[in-house]
């Protein structure tokens, strides 16, 4: 894929992250550059062609935007926003009152997301994120790699969608569309390991964290959660029952965390005891 030459001149920087930084076009508020640091350049590429082979399986997802590059040699993509958009996490924020039904309609995004079969040729299996996550992590014994391994490859398969980041600010709504954003972790496997990403989010983070990621006290939190599971579930399953069954799941997301942050993380690997 070739690089589309653009001009910084016609944006303004606004924000910046791990990877890069993020721009407004100076003209037009419906356009944005996500730019990457200088040497990123298969980073950009890879992000858009993934993002690519999503939007044309009909998952419902921004249309991808174009492969950049600028003047001094910078990779990224430009994109359109959706203009007017909200996330379920901001939407809850702002109207609690209203968590079952936002809660209910990412459950049955999520739903239909899971049912989404795949071409497992395309792309990775969640498993094999989880074992290499796990090998690099420097934290964990070889006796609960062993244990945690085990487990995961005990876990049934299935050759639908993941997500890959599961939160609840990465679904967003516009009027009656609805979108999955951010889906550049997105592979295939076992829906089990995507929800777990929505109880760690709601149940296990401490308060700080979703207050400052998502804009709500925890006890908003855990009300989506117990709003989310038996919209997603159904509501033939108690939700202690749910719980127990997430929980190891949640736990095993300190293996991204614990990459991210390069520390052990034993509040959520305390979700792990069952299998350790």
Same mark, same amino acid.
Not at 147 to 156: Q, S
Not at 215 to 241: D, N, Q, T, V
């Given at each position: 894929?070739?690089?589309? %030459?653009?001009?910084?001149?016609?944006?303004?920087?606004?924000?910046? !992250?791990?990877?890069?930084?993020?721009? +407004?076009?100076?003209?037009?508020?419906?356009?944005?550059?996500?730019?990457?640091?200088?040497?990123?350049?298969?980073?950009?590429?890879?992000?858009?062609?993934?993002?690519?082979?999503?939007?044309?399986?009909?998952?419902?997802?921004?249309?991808?935007?174009?492969?950049?590059?600028? $003047?001094?040699?910078?990779?990224?993509?430009?994109?359109?926003?959706?203009? !007017?958009? %909200?996330?379920?996490?901001?939407?809850?924020?702002?109207?609690?009152? %209203?968590?079952?039904?936002?809660?209910?309609? /990412?459950?049955?995004?999520?739903?239909?997301?899971?049912?989404?079969?795949?071409?497992?040729?395309? /792309?990775?299996?969640?498993?094999?994120?989880?074992?290499?996550?796990?090998?690099?992590?420097?934290?964990?014994?070889?006796?609960?790699?062993? %244990?945690?391994?085990?487990?995961?490859? +005990?876990?049934?398969?299935?050759?639908?969608?993941?997500?890959?980041?599961?939160?609840?600010?990465?679904?967003?709504?516009?009027? $009656?569309?609805?979108?999955?954003?951010?889906? !550049?972790?997105?592979?295939?496997?076992?829906?089990?390991?995507?929800?777990?990403?929505?109880?760690?989010?709601?149940?296990?983070?401490? $308060?700080?964290?979703?207050?400052?990621?998502?804009?709500?006290?925890?006890?908003?939190?855990?009300?989506?959660?117990?709003? /989310?599971?038996?919209?997603?579930?159904? $509501?033939?399953?108690?939700?202690?029952?749910?719980?127990?069954?997430?929980?190891?799941?949640?736990?095993?997301?300190?293996?991204?965390?614990?990459? +991210?942050?390069?520390?052990?993380?034993?509040?959520?690997?305390?979700?792990?005891?069952?299998?350790?």
């Amino acid at each position: 894929m070739e690089a589309i %030459k653009i001009s910084l001149d016609d944006y303004v920087l606004f924000g910046g !992250g791990a990877n890069g930084e993020s721009y +407004d076009h100076k003209h037009d508020p419906s356009v944005m550059l996500k730019l990457y640091f200088p040497g990123k350049i298969q980073q950009p590429l890879d992000e858009i062609s993934l993002a690519r082979k999503v939007y044309n399986m009909g998952i419902p997802t921004p249309e991808p935007g174009d492969y950049v590059v600028t $003047e001094d040699g910078r990779y990224g993509i430009r994109f359109r926003r959706i203009l !007017g958009k %909200k996330s379920y996490s901001r939407a809850t924020a702002d109207e609690p009152e %209203k968590v079952q039904q936002f809660a209910t309609e /990412f459950a049955q995004m999520c739903k239909q997301l899971h049912a989404t079969h795949v071409d497992t040729t395309q /792309f990775e299996n969640v498993k094999d994120r989880y074992y290499r996550l796990l090998q690099e992590n420097p934290f964990f014994t070889l006796q609960e790699k062993k %244990k945690l391994e085990r487990f995961i490859a +005990d876990t049934p398969d299935e050759d639908t969608a993941v997500h890959g980041d599961l939160q609840y600010s990465n679904a967003i709504f516009v009027g $009656e569309r609805r979108y999955f954003i951010d889906l !550049g972790d997105f592979c295939w496997g076992n829906h089990i390991f995507d929800v777990a990403m929505v109880y760690l989010c709601c149940c296990l983070s401490d $308060e700080n964290f979703i207050q400052k990621t998502f804009h709500m006290p925890k006890s908003l939190a855990i009300r989506f959660w117990e709003h /989310f599971a038996p919209a997603y579930f159904g $509501e033939g399953i108690s939700l202690k029952e749910i719980n127990a069954t997430i929980l190891p799941f949640a736990g095993l997301k300190t293996l991204i965390i614990e990459r +991210d942050t390069k520390r052990p993380m034993p509040e959520i690997r305390e979700a792990l005891k069952s299998i350790l």
